[in-house]
């Protein structure tokens, strides 16, 4: 069973940065895309940032140019570098790994940007 679990999460300012890891149970690059989605209350699941095997990154539109994903193969970890937080970046964050059409999901850590 693959396991993913994630840590990093916490309360941050605007303006101020956070980074979130996802330890994986097994080799990354055995999975086609590993990623993060975020789900805010009453919002639906959407993606954040997703690198696939061969390393193409993609991003949604509201993170560009502010999150940065990255995996460290040696570690089997993925993170999520996310600077200039705004408080509309306040969600539940979780790591996927994705296996032709099987999704692994961790358990979720928490973001909140507040003043």
């Known amino acids: 069973q693959v396991q993913l679990v994630e840590s990093g999460g916490g309360f941050v300012q605007p303006g101020g940065s956070l980074t979130l890891s996802c330890a994986v149970s097994?080799?990354?690059?055995?999975?086609?895309?590993v990623g993060w989605y975020r789900q805010a209350r009453g919002n639906e699941r959407e993606l954040v940032a997703e690198?696939?095997?061969?390393?193409?990154?993609t991003y949604a539109d509201s993170v560009k140019d502010r999150f940065t994903i990255s995996r460290n193969g040696n570690k089997n970890t993925v993170y999520l570098w996310m600077y200039e937080l705004k408080p509309d970046d306040t969600a539940d964050y979780y790591c996927?790994?994705?296996?032709?059409?099987?999704?692994?999901w961790g358990q979720g850590t928490q973001v909140t940007v507040s003043p």
């Open positions: 996927y790994a994705r296996l032709l059409q099987t999704d692994y």
């Open positions: 097994e080799n990354i690059f055995n999975f086609n895309s």
């Open positions: 690198i696939n095997v061969g390393g193409r990154t």
